[in-house]
């Protein structure tokens, strides 16, 4: 092929291009062929369904997904979501994070940086779901001390209420060190907003939560504190896995 004077350099075939060609050469035999011996047929699919058989019987055939909240089909409720993320910003967790994951949690909400004396609270951190204060309530709250109130509404497929943020706002922005992050999977803006409030709030995606939990998990690795559990580890993990397949 010949484009602007110079021979276009032949890029590499994909494994589905390959596929693809395979197929199509396959097809063509079998169009070309006046009559078709179907006997031939009956034989491939029975020596299909044998290597199915034989895989299955010895535990090599899978299907379907393999982390808790697609196996329990809670992908994306929002409840499970609000509980799981405040258990990896809890600092006292067994996931063995220590305060790690708050700390990047917060370095996504906040890229222009935080106050060191914040910094140093954050493993006396405490969190709370589902806060109730006059008529809000609120997702996660996460409070250290006399550095931090840290306020997440999380939004998975439910829509604002009206004026939601803006009381949200209202009821916490005179707490020590108040911080509201908007949390939903595409990080979009908080419509329920307005004033002080849209300035006060910082829009956060799902997929800001999955690299702060890479990180957190990676500098985790191998870490094992007195009360921390593998188990705790892998549960951190299977939600990672959900981070990945479902943001």
């Given at each position: ?163 939601q943020c803006d009381a949200y706002f209202k009821a916490y922005r005179s707490e020590p060190g108040a911080r509201f992050v908007f949390l939903t999977p595409d990080g979009r803006t908080p419509i329920s907003a307005t004033g002080s409030a849209a300035g006060a709030f910082r829009a956060l995606s799902y997929r ?40």
């Amino acid at each position: 092929m010949i484009a602007s004077g110079r021979e276009t350099a032949t890029r590499p075939r994909t494994p589905d291009q390959e596929d693809l060609e395979r197929l199509l050469s396959e097809w063509r035999v079998i169009t070309d062929r006046a009559s078709v011996d179907l006997s031939e047929w009956a034989l491939c699919f029975d020596r299909i369904a044998a290597e199915e058989d034989a895989l299955r019987s010895r535990g090599h055939w899978f299907h379907g997904p393999d982390d808790t909240f697609g196996v329990l089909g809670i992908q994306r409720d929002e409840l499970p979501h609000s509980a799981m993320i405040a258990w990896l910003l809890d600092p006292c967790g067994r996931h063995g994070l220590g305060p790690t994951m708050l700390r990047e949690f917060l370095a996504e909400a906040y890229p222009e940086g935080l106050p060191a004396a914040l910094l140093l609270a954050l493993p006396k951190a405490r969190t709370r779901c589902e806060e109730q204060r006059g008529e809000c309530r609120v997702d996660i709250v996460i409070r250290a001390g006399s550095e931090l109130t840290l306020v997440i509404e999380n939004k998975v497929e439910a829509t604002e209420c009206l004026g939601q943020c803006d009381a949200y706002f209202k009821a916490y922005r005179s707490e020590p060190g108040a911080r509201f992050v908007f949390l939903t999977p595409d990080g979009r803006t908080p419509i329920s907003a307005t004033g002080s409030a849209a300035g006060a709030f910082r829009a956060l995606s799902y997929r800001q939560v999955l690299l702060a939990l890479d990180r957190s998990l990676e500098t985790a690795a191998g870490v094992g504190p007195a009360g921390v559990t593998a188990e705790g580890r892998q549960v951190a993990e299977s939600y990672r896995r959900t981070l990945k397949r479902e943001f």
